[in-house]
């Protein structure tokens, strides 16, 4: 027994961080509330625990069948996102404190722990099995709202994550077959299979043409779900793409891309958990340039952007997830004032719109500026100038639209409480990361998967950053004075979406009565040819009609010889 203890302790520790949080979510819920949330909270603190305790280059393979799984593979890569995503899940927790939805509580952590192991899985099946785990669980943080929009929205949301599955297993088949091996490690775009996990990945990175569950779904989630979602769907892709695509450059384009629309949509919304959604696209646009570009710095800027995106994307819906939770609404035109009543929700929030939109001494100017500096170096001068233009882009509708219309603009006369202790917690926590890692960069960069030799804090930099940003601040102040602004209205912005919402249920109902009518036609016409055989037959055949009368034996001898001959004649 002595002896047994070590080597179970051992096989314990070698499955991947994250599976702790899946297998003890449903027991840790189902304790009473306070002690649940107690070791709810204890949970990714085991789990951080639990990484720090596997050095790099470990690794864990089991055989099932004719494969060799690598359930847990630990490198430098991989540990810096299980780092923030057992940060993530804490705030998300601690943020969650409050409410008593022991369905919601378990699916938050499943959904973690899933992400948290599908960055330690070191072949594709691995990947597969977290991957659609994270799928599964996390479209409950979205029904769990309980209001027709979400269960709809819900339902599509898992349609399409469960599609990105079926594509990265299809593309997994199609590699194992091509090279017999399911290694989780660079893929590249050569082969068909290829192709399908690149889209797969895609899929939940949001790309162009591919957005649209992000901006459905993540808005009618529940107040602490959509702090949840911000933080591991899109990121374990972020994560995919570096570890299977580094290099690639077709993504340079798309992250391009990803960083301009969004900002577009994003200045004319009205519901302000949709603004962070799409500015959230726009975020992931300069990961996958990162990740396109392929260099040590591009990649490390992309990590660090990452986690600092995490952090402060998470602050952000925090700040408005406490604003809908005291007035019921998160609608600009409706919102105002809430300073008064709200000032530590504001004062947090205000953190989150400078550190996303790049401010010295905070945590997106030490990580964004790396890949801006990467696309610099490699001569992507339109690149860099797309991502400047992002950046300005960013402080319009996150660094300003969010704490302006919600806590400032006009008063909208609410007065309403202060969030519950829980929330400010856990948003002072995040808020304290976004200015740490700001001021203290090196903190971040000592654990980036590659040396880092790069210094955000030059006076060149600092102030082309600055001049950028109170430029685009000073335009924000021009057309809101001049009332050039898009004004904050109750309205619908349609995107790409509405494709799959509008156009395919109305093609689909034309295709059905088109399919209803070619129906009756046909059932008609086979009643009516059913009808005249059922005619001929009485008319002929009949006992009472020609040839239902006795035939001759002379004549029945005939037929029987002459159908014989036809049967001799066949077998012949």
């Given at each position: ?6 080597s ?18 449903i ?81 938050a ?15 594709l ?35 399409i994550q ?33 192709w ?88 992931l ?152 890692i ?78 209803i009518a ?52 066949i077998?012949?």
């Amino acid at each position: 027994m002595i002896e047994s203890s070590p080597s179970l302790l051992t096989s314990l520790l070698s499955l991947p961080p994250g599976l702790l949080l899946v297998v003890a979510a449903i027991p840790a819920v189902m304790l009473p509330h306070r002690a649940s949330q107690a070791a709810m909270m204890v949970l990714p603190a085991l789990g951080l625990w639990h990484l720090a305790s596997l050095p790099n280059g470990f690794e864990h393979d089991v055989s099932v069948f004719d494969l060799t799984l690598q359930l847990t593979r630990i490198d430098a890569l991989s540990r810096v996102f299980g780092i923030v995503f057992h940060v993530a899940a804490f705030l998300g927790v601690l943020y969650a404190a409050h409410q008593k939805d022991r369905l919601q509580a378990a699916a938050a952590l499943i959904y973690a722990g899933a992400a948290i192991a599908a960055v330690f899985a070191g072949d594709l099946v691995t990947l597969f099995v977290w991957w659609e785990l994270t799928a599964i669980s996390s479209v409950f943080l979205v029904w769990a709202r309980k209001t027709e929009s979400a269960l709809a929205a819900g339902q599509r949301y898992l349609v399409i994550q469960v599609l990105s599955g079926l594509l990265l297993l299809a593309g997994t088949i199609l590699l194992h077959r091509e090279s017999g091996s399911i290694a989780f490690d660079h893929i590249g775009l050569e082969t068909p299979g290829g192709w399908l996990v690149f889209f797969a990945f895609g899929i939940k990175a949001a790309f162009p043409f591919l957005h649209g569950w992000m901006k459905d779904a993540y808005p009618e989630a529940t107040v602490t779900g959509t702090v949840f979602l911000s933080g591991f769907t899109t990121k374990l892709a972020i994560y995919a793409f570096a570890r299977g695509f580094a290099g690639t450059e077709i993504l340079i384009p798309i992250g391009a891309a990803m960083t301009a629309f969004p900002i577009f949509f994003a200045v004319i919304e009205n519901d302000l958990r949709r603004v962070l959604s799409y500015s959230l696209n726009n975020q992931l646009g300069f990961m996958i340039v990162g990740v396109g570009i392929g260099t040590e710095l591009a990649l490390n800027g992309t990590v660090a952007h990452v986690f600092a995106h995490v952090i402060y994307k998470a602050l952000l819906f925090m700040a408005m997830g406490a604003v809908l939770f005291r007035t019921g609404t998160i609608k600009a035109s409706e919102l105002g004032g809430l300073y008064k009543s709200m000032p530590w929700t504001a004062a947090f929030c205000i953190v989150g719109s400078i550190s996303i939109s790049g401010f010295p001494l905070t945590s997106g100017f030490v990580s964004k500026s790396m890949v801006l500096s990467a696309a610099a170096h490699q001569h992507y001068m339109w690149i860099f100038l797309v991502l400047l233009f992002a950046s300005a882009g960013v402080l319009d509708h996150s660094g300003i639209k969010i704490p302006f219309f919600s806590f400032f603009a006009h008063d909208s006369g609410k007065r309403v409480e202060e969030a519950p202790f829980n929330m400010r917690l856990a948003m002072a926590f995040a808020a304290a990361i976004c200015i740490g890692i700001g001021v203290f960069p090196q903190a971040l960069y000592s654990i980036l998967p590659y040396p880092v030799e790069y210094a955000p804090y030059t006076t060149t930099h600092v102030f082309t950053v600055l001049q950028l940003l109170i430029f685009a601040a000073l335009a924000f102040v021009f057309l809101w004075k001049m009332g050039w602004y898009p004004p904050e209205l109750r309205s619908v912005v349609l995107d790409v979406d509405w494709v799959w919402r509008r156009v395919l249920p109305l093609a689909w109902s034309g295709v059905s009565g088109v399919w209803i009518a070619g129906q009756g036609v046909f059932l008609g016409t086979a009643d009516r040819l059913r009808l005249a055989f059922l005619g001929f037959t009485r008319a002929h055949l009949s006992p009472w009609s020609r040839l239902g009368e006795p035939w001759p034996t002379g004549v029945t001898a005939m037929w029987a010889a002459a159908l014989l001959a036809a049967y001799l004649f066949i077998a012949y």
